[in-house]
Structure formats: C-alpha cells, structure tokens
C-alpha cells in the first residue's frame, strides 16, 4: 500500500508556472505507475499526465501537452508536475494517483489506479 501527499499548489498569474510534488510512502515506489489528474468545481475529474513506473514513458492530455512535464525521482519516492504557461482554466484540485504495476504501460483513465491523495488547489487569475 501507498500513501500519497501533494503539495505545491498555490495562486499563480496567466502565463505563470508552478511545480507540484507528490510524495508517496513505501520502499516499492518504483514499481508504481503514476498519474496527475485534476477536478474542476462542476466539472468531473479529468486525466492531466502520466508516468510509467521508470519514468521511460509518459503522456499527457491535449490540454497540457507542450505545458506541462510530469517526472519522478523514485530515489525520493516522488513524482511531479512541472506547470509552465498556466492558463484560468487551468484553475482546479489537483490530484495525483498511483497504480500498483504499469512498468511496461500508462494508464489515463481513474479507474485504473488504486491510490489517490487528498489533492492540491491550483488557482491561475487571468
């Protein structure tokens, strides 16, 4: 089992940048896959980024791609997101997951991971 915290989350301009962090409990990190999605008031949760469990692959959203980097640092059981560019409807909680194999594969829809933390409020003011 892992536990998830995010952090990094703030108030940020347009065009702005901010990088999220999510630290995650446990000795087997590497062998996670891991996700970014967010949540919007009114809206569903939507997939932002994934990473497989070495980091070797990624994929992004339409949304963010070109704006965004998820990355991880598995010696520090930690993945990020690296958010450059940031536009309003950006604005959203944003969540980051964890599935417990994927080391060949990314996973994008929620359904597929197992592990989420509480979330992090990203707020970008026009």
């Known amino acids: 089992q892992v536990q998830l915290v995010e952090s990094g989350g703030g108030l940020v301009q347009a065009g702005g940048s901010l990088r999220l962090s999510c630290a995650a409990s446990?000795?087997?990190?590497?062998?996670?896959?891991m996700g970014w999605f967010r949540q919007a008031p009114r809206k569903e949760r939507e997939f932002v980024a994934t990473s497989s469990c070495s980091g070797g692959m990624t994929y992004y959203a339409d949304s963010v791609k070109g704006r965004f980097t998820i990355s991880r640092d598995n010696a520090k059981n930690t993945v990020y997101l690296q958010m450059n560019s940031l536009k309003p409807e950006d604005t959203a909680v944003y969540y980051c997951a964890a599935r417990n194999d994927g080391c060949d594969r990314y996973f994008i829809s929620s359904n597929d991971y197992g592990y989420w933390g509480q979330g992090t409020q990203v707020t970008v003011s026009s």
């Open positions: 446990g000795r087997t990190f590497r062998g996670y896959a």
